[in-house]
């Protein structure tokens, strides 16, 4: 069984940068992908960005061109870095690994802030 777990967000000025990282751990099978989902209060868990375990990677209209998603496949980790943040992408940021089987793991999630 896969566990994953979140580090990296925080409280950030509008126009700011942040990195978060999930590393995944325990047995871990073959996986389709992993990626980054987010919600905000009152709104439904979204897709930010996702990277292919086969290389190619999905993101969201509203961060294309600011976040970058990445995998260190040696050390089970993804990344997501973040830059041009905008107080609308206040939310808590959710890893998620998905294996070829179709098995879902979530992180448990990391508050991020953007705020003046």
């Known amino acids: 069984q896969v566990q994953l777990v979140e580090s990296g967000g925080g409280l950030v000025q509008p126009g700011g940068s942040l990195r978060l990282s999930c590393v995944a751990s325990?047995?871990?099978?073959?996986?389709?992908?992993m990626g980054w989902y987010r919600q905000a209060p009152g709104k439904q868990r979204d897709l930010v960005a996702r990277?292919?375990?086969?290389?190619?990677?999905n993101y969201a209209d509203s961060v294309k061109g600011r976040f970058t998603i990445s995998r260190d496949h040696g050390k089970n980790t993804v990344f997501l870095q973040m830059n041009s943040l905008q107080p609308e992408d206040t939310a808590v940021y959710y890893c998620?690994?998905?294996?070829?089987?179709?098995?879902?793991?979530w992180g448990q999630g990391t508050q991020v802030t953007v705020s003046s």
């Open positions: 998620n690994a998905v294996t070829t089987l179709g098995v879902t793991t």
């Open positions: 325990g047995s871990i099978p073959r996986l389709y992908y």
């Open positions: 990277s292919l375990s086969s290389g190619g990677t």
